[in-house]
């Protein structure tokens, strides 16, 4: 099972990024997708998180009104967009998977994807 995410890079604050997070080797039928994030020095955080059918997201209180979570099931891919990105959003960014949102929301998903980093610059 792969969890493969891309997207990541450098931009200016008040920039934009989507990350995408393509899932391989198995279906994600009825698991939780979520983001997660760890900036240098830090532990890794619970940034977003989205049910099988969409109908239920999960926002950090960091990042609510400016990232936005969504999924493509047909491709086993999540998206998370950002915008309006400030150099606190800095850090590497993880793709996870698992069948029960309290997982997700513990950080503790029972699959996890590599990172993607995201620089943001002021």
């Known amino acids: 099972v792969q969890l493969q995410a891309s997207g990541g890079g450098l931009v200016q604050a008040g920039g934009s990024l989507r990350l995408s997070c393509a899932a391989s080797g198995r279906t994600f039928s009825g698991y939780v997708l979520g983001w997660f994030r760890q900036a240098p020095g830090e532990e890794r955080e619970f940034v977003a998180s989205?049910?099988?059918?969409?109908?239920?997201?999960y926002y950090a209180d960091s990042v609510k009104g400016r990232f936005t979570i969504s999924r493509d099931n047909a491709k086993n891919t999540v998206f998370l967009q950002m915008n309006s990105l400030k150099p606190e959003d800095t850090a590497v960014y993880y793709c996870?998977?698992?069948?029960?949102?309290?997982?997700?929301?513990?950080?503790?998903?029972?699959?996890w994807g590599q990172g993607t980093l995201v620089t943001v610059s002021s």
């Open positions: 989205i049910t099988w059918s969409g109908g239920k997201t």
């Open positions: 996870a998977a698992d069948r029960h949102q309290y997982s997700i929301l513990a950080t503790s998903p029972h699959y």
